[in-house]
């Protein structure tokens, strides 16, 4: 359950990021769509800046070892309808969008 929380939150964050402080009318709102490579990267720095040093430990603890385990807790979260999706969304977007080992290991201490 945790998961999804960190997951809405780094989602906001994401949007924030790309698209500025929250819109004033409903059409901006509708332009602030981000896709699922967009999302995973946001996740990633949301992840960075939340748990530092320990977001790979905390993520693995989380059974999110890849980003498309990321798009696992998106599309649940479509289906529980929390979050939509547009039409040119597709699962594919959140495979093999960074490898896990990489994206952290520059915040893993040296040995």
């Known amino acids: 359950m945790i998961a999804y929380h960190f997951v ?8 924030e990021t790309l698209h500025g402080a ?8 509708r ?11 946001g996740l990633k ?10 977001a790979r430990t905390v993520l693995n603890r989380w059974h999110i070892e890849s980003t498309a385990d990321f798009g696992k807790i998106v599309y649940a979260m479509v289906e529980a309808k929390l ?3 547009d039409r040119e969304d597709n699962f594919d977007d959140f ?10 290991a520059t915040l893993e201490p040296s040995r």
Do not use: M
């Open 95 to 104: 495979r093999a969008v960074f490898e896990f080992d990489a994206a952290f």
């Open 45 to 54: 720095d949301y992840a960075i800046r939340r748990y530092g040093r320990l």
């Open 31 to 41: 332009s602030r769509h981000i896709n699922g490579r967009q999302l995973c990267n």
């Open 8 to 15: 809405r939150d780094g989602l906001a964050h994401t949007v």
């Open 83 to 85: 979050i939509r999706k």
């Open 22 to 29: 929250e819109p004033e009318s409903e059409e901006a709102s």
